[in-house]
C-alpha cells in the first residue's frame, strides 16, 4: 500500500508562482516513480510530470515543460512540483500519482491516487 497527501494548492494571479508537496508513505515506494496529474473542469485528467526516486529521471508533458519543475527528497519521501509563469490554463485539481516503475506513466497505469489539490489561476 502507498499513501499519497497533496498540499500547496491555492488561488494565485496570472504570472504567480505555487509549489505543490506530495507526502508519500508506504513500504513499496521504491517499486514506483512518482508523478503528478491535473484534472480541470470538464476535461479528463492529464499528464503533467513524472520522477524516478532513484536518480530523479524526469519527464514533462509539454505544457509543462520551461514552466514546471519536478524534484523529490527521499529523505522525506516527498516530491514536489514547482509552479512558475502559471496561467489560467493552469486551472486545476492537481493530483499526485504513484505508477509502477514497469509500466509507461498515464493514468490508466497509476496504482494509487492522492486526494488531489485545487490550483485556480486568476486572470
Known amino acids: 500500500q502507498v499513501q499519497l497527501l497533496e498540499s500547496g494548492g491555492g488561488l494565485v494571479q496570472v504570472g504567480g508562482s505555487l509549489r505543490l508537496s506530495c507526502a508519500a508513505s508506504?513500504?513499496?515506494?521504491?517499486?514506483?516513480?512518482m508523478g503528478w496529474f491535473r484534472q480541470a473542469p470538464g476535461k479528463e485528467r492529464e499528464f503533467v510530470a513524472t520522477?524516478?526516486?532513484?536518480?530523479?529521471?524526469?519527464y514533462y508533458a509539454d505544457s509543462a515543460k520551461g514552466r514546471f519543475t519536478i524534484s523529490r527528497d527521499n529523505s522525506q519521501n516527498t516530491v514536489y512540483l514547482q509552479m512558475n509563469s502559471l496561467k489560467p490554463e493552469d486551472t486545476a485539481v492537481y493530483y499526485c500519482?504513484?505508477?509502477?516503475?514497469?509500466?509507461?506513466?498515464?493514468?490508466?497505469?497509476?496504482?494509487?491516487w492522492g486526494k488531489g489539490t485545487l490550483v485556480t489561476v486568476s486572470s
Open positions: 500519482a504513484a505508477v509502477p516503475l514497469s509500466k509507461p506513466v498515464s493514468a490508466q497505469n497509476v496504482d494509487y
Open positions: 508506504g513500504r513499496t515506494l521504491s517499486r514506483y516513480k
Open positions: 520522477i524516478t526516486w532513484n536518480g530523479g529521471i524526469t
